[in-house]
């Protein structure tokens, strides 16, 4: 058969081109800096895993505009596309315009305009060969997937969400970023033991792998980094879920404090402890209140019948 042509280099020469070639882009807020590694790498791919409704597509939305702004600010005409696969266009900018508090109904026109860079756009394609052609035509600087078990390739029978599916889809994706130098997030859904759906082999095509974790009812998420081939994954980001998206804490240990930061005025029923939260120390506060009791109960003893099973061995009559 036709064999191709091998390309081998030195790894000397290839020391060399390192040089520039871990460019970043930051991202412009301190906690997400931090789990990033100091920014997001060009070219490089991240997984984003959580539970239903924890806020990763807010996240992501947020991401998308953090690196417009930061894109825009260098006069680079790079676009950065965000594709719609969960939710319609309308939906997607329904919630940006929550996030940069803009009312389409009353603000005045072109107030959203100013607020959003030009360069960020929105697509409903979701078949895999189109998004690479999109990728290798447009050479966007940053694309946001929401999410891979939307993505389809058309020459496959599997359905979408599929293991074949995400496998392939997902293959094809990261290919082709790395060889156009186009940095991706591709968000995914989490089975009930919180591992990313799909094949495992997913979390090995990736370069970074993020989990957005947290309670809904709780304003507050930690975003923690499993997986990093550009940075620690030691490093966790502190964020807060308000009106406006998510926002980081700057001052984690005054969440878990009652007192602020008064720590040497010591107050009964209190302790402070230091606790580490990947490479952050926390100073959290313990609570513990003991009274006398007029009448001590006697230990309580709780008896279990034991069943045992005959053997085969054993007779019975």
């Not at 590694?37 to 505009?65: E, R, Y």
């Amino acid at each position: 058969w036709d064999r191709g042509v091998v390309e081998l280099v030195g790894l000397g020469e290839a020391v060399e081109n390192l040089r520039g070639a871990e460019e970043r882009m930051v991202i412009g807020d301190k906690e997400l800096d931090r789990v990033f590694g100091g920014g997001i790498v060009k070219g490089g791919i991240t997984l984003l895993g959580g539970d239903p409704g924890i806020g990763k597509s807010t996240l992501a939305l947020q991401l998308l505009k953090m690196i417009a702004s930061t894109i825009a600010t260098t006069r680079d005409r790079s676009k950065v596309v965000y594709i719609c696969g969960e939710e319609t266009v309308e939906q997607v900018a329904g919630r940006a315009a929550r996030l940069i508090g803009v009312d389409p109904r009353s603000s005045p026109e072109g107030m959203a305009r100013k607020k959003v860079p030009e360069n960020c756009l929105l697509t409903r394609e979701t078949e895999v060969n189109a998004i690479c052609d999109l990728m290798a035509s447009e050479r966007p600087a940053f694309v946001i997937i929401d999410s891979i078990q939307t993505v389809y390739d058309g020459s496959l029978s599997h359905s979408p969400g599929s293991l074949v599916q995400v496998r392939e889809c997902a293959a094809k994706i990261a290919d082709t970023a790395k060889a156009y130098g186009v940095s991706a997030i591709i968000i995914g859904h989490v089975t009930k033991g919180g591992e990313v759906a799909g094949p495992r082999m997913l979390e090995h095509l990736v370069d970074t792998v993020l989990y957005l974790e947290g309670e809904r009812l709780i304003q507050h998420r930690v975003l923690r980094a499993v997986k990093n081939r550009f940075g620690s994954t030691a490093d966790v980001a502190i964020l807060e879920m308000t009106e406006s998206g998510l926002r980081g804490v700057s001052d984690p240990s005054a969440l878990l404090t009652s007192g602020g930061e008064d720590f040497k005025s010591p107050r009964e029923g209190t302790a402070m402890c230091v606790v580490m939260e990947g490479s952050r120390p926390l100073i959290a506060e313990i609570q513990a209140l003991a009274e006398d009791a007029a009448y001590i109960p006697g230990p309580i003893l709780i008896l279990t019948p034991i069943l045992t099973l005959p053997s085969k061995s054993t007779k019975t009559c």
